[in-house]
Nanobody, 127 residues
Framework: QVQLVESGGGLVQAGASLRLSCATSGFTFSNYHMAWFRQAPGKEREFVAAIAWTGFTTDYAESVKGRFNISRDNAKNTVFLQMNSLKSEDTAAYYC????????????????????WGQGTQVTVSS
């Protein structure tokens, strides 16, 4: 069955870096767009970054553009999120997600675009 397992979260100070990983199994990873979302307490889940199945096209939320970098290793069925210059407002649970079959890149920022999610990894940034 499809599985997505995030890792790499933790407690860091503002300005630090973290690298999140999402290891996947149960599907042909190289055929799917992937994304990272985050959810802070009391807030809705929000789009962070997405990467096309080729790895050549990416998209970022304005709040993380220039600080975060999404990448993928299709040989290892893993997607990454490098987070630099972390701010307290980046504190949230971070989730990776897999594109829903039949959907197109145009919907990449919408939660409905994705059908499988990981369990999340907590990132806490202290100021």
């Amino acid at each position: 069955q499809v599985q997505l397992v995030e890792s790499g979260g933790g407690l860091v100070q503002a300005g630090a870096s973290l690298r999140l990983s999402c290891a996947t199994s149960g599907f042909t990873f190289s055929n799917y767009h992937m994304a990272w979302f985050r959810q802070a307490p009391g807030k809705e889940r929000e789009f962070v970054a997405a990467i096309a199945w080729t790895g050549f096209t990416t998209d970022y939320a304005e709040s993380v553009k220039g600080r975060f970098n999404i990448s993928r290793d299709n040989a290892k069925n893993t997607v990454f999120l490098q987070m630099n210059s972390l701010k307290s407002e980046d504190t949230a649970a971070y989730y990776c997600a897999r594109q829903k079959d039949g959907s197109t890149w145009g919907g990449r920022r919408e939660i409905q675009f994705y059908d499988y999610w990981g369990q999340g990894t907590q990132v806490t940034v202290s100021s």
